[in-house]
């Protein structure tokens, strides 16, 4: 069975207003650079490198292309990324979504804070990235309330949802990134929203599995139906024609995303887009891996091995310094 992709005007525009709105609603960055024990600030980026390292491999890749300074504060924003979704998470478990809810407010006031203590060495590193890179607050304001949103909702009826979700948790991590890499203007915001769901695509692809054990489902309900699919066939980690057709639909369409993002890699600063491809592709790859198991995601973890991302990498290299910017 075939579905038409979603038409563009469905869900980019209300993205972009998104995107739009944090930016010019958020107040300019108010740190004053107080003076701060180097071995501190030393140590926080330490930390969030470390963080970095230990929950994604790809990121940790892709980061590690940058030069020194905006390498330090990718992975600032990765960990800060990591701290509120390990927060909501804990809702999954012994944690009631009140007390969670409770938590995350706590960490709002400490990650958005000025100045933060020094027992916070994760807030600690993030703010002195948001002053050096003068990352707009109302990005990071978005993510937080898009990762809180696993607290109440649970299902996304349409794509359009869908890519609202993938809004709050994945394009305002690459909106905020941009400030780090730099960026030739507006005209790239919307390439950047439509990577971050390109990207988030592919992770719900992946952890169809994991994120069910957890009591959610990120597929849209809508397209299950057209594929005669359900819940029980989640359930059941059922995989027969009625899945790969709808497996392939969805990684047409994430793959579709990652193409129609490119074009704005150009956009980034020279320095930087060697990283932002090789993200890009990095994690694509990941779709190739599901559709080399025969789209079982209910069994094994989708994944691109170590050596196998090296391998990529001088063909990433080429093509990032094919792309021609201002």
């Known amino acids: 069975m075939s579905l038409g992709l979603q038409p563009p005007a469905a869900w980019e525009g209300m993205l972009l207003d998104w995107a739009e709105r944090a930016l010019q609603n958020s107040t300019p960055v108010e740190i004053v650079h107080h003076m701060m024990d180097s071995d501190t600030l030393a140590a926080a980026y330490a930390l969030c490198e470390t963080i970095t ?3 994604s491999k790809t990121f940790y890749i892709a980061s590690a292309l940058l030069p020194l300074e905006k390498r330090q504060a990718v992975r ?18 012994d944690a009631t979504p009140s007390a969670v809810r409770t938590e995350l407010e706590r960490w709002r006031g400490e990650a958005l804070a000025p100045h933060p203590t020094v027992e916070q060495p994760v807030a600690l590193a993030w703010a002195d990235a948001r002053h050096q890179f003068a990352i707009p607050m109302g990005y990071a304001l978005q993510l937080i ?3 809180g949103g696993d607290l109440i ?12 979700y993938a809004y709050g948790v994945a394009s305002t991590v690459g909106l905020m990134a941009m400030h780090i890499v730099g960026f030739d203007g507006a005209p790239a915001i919307p390439y950047a929203v439509k990577l971050g769901v390109a990207l988030q695509m592919t992770n719900i692809l992946r952890d ?12 849209p309900l809508d397209e299950l139906r057209a594929f005669q699919l359900d819940e029980s066939d989640i359930a059941a980690g059922c995989v027969d024609d009625r899945w790969r ?12 995303l990652y193409e129609e993002a490119m074009p704005g890699v150009a956009m980034l600063h020279s320095e930087g887009r060697f990283a932002i491809v090789a993200a890009a592709e990095l994690y694509c790859a990941i779709l190739e891996d599901i559709e080399t198991h ?5 069994t094994r973890r989708a994944r691109l091995g170590k050596w196998a991302k090296a391998r990529r990498l001088p063909g990433i290299w080429w093509r990032s310094r094919r792309l021609k910017g201002g």
């Open 145 to 147: 309330d898009g990762v």
């Open 153 to 164: 909702k649970k299902r996304y009826q349409t794509f359009e949802e869908l890519a609202g």
């Open 208 to 219: 169809v599995a994991e994120d069910w054990r957890q009591g959610r489902l990120y597929l």
């Open 294 to 298: 025969d789209y079982d995601v209910f």
């Open 53 to 55: 390292n230990q929950n």
């Open 76 to 93: 600032a924003l990765y960990a800060f990324c990591r701290v509120t979704d390990d927060l909501v998470d804990r809702a999954s478990g």
């Open 245 to 256: 057709a709808f497996m392939r639909f969805q990684i047409a369409r994430t793959r579709r």
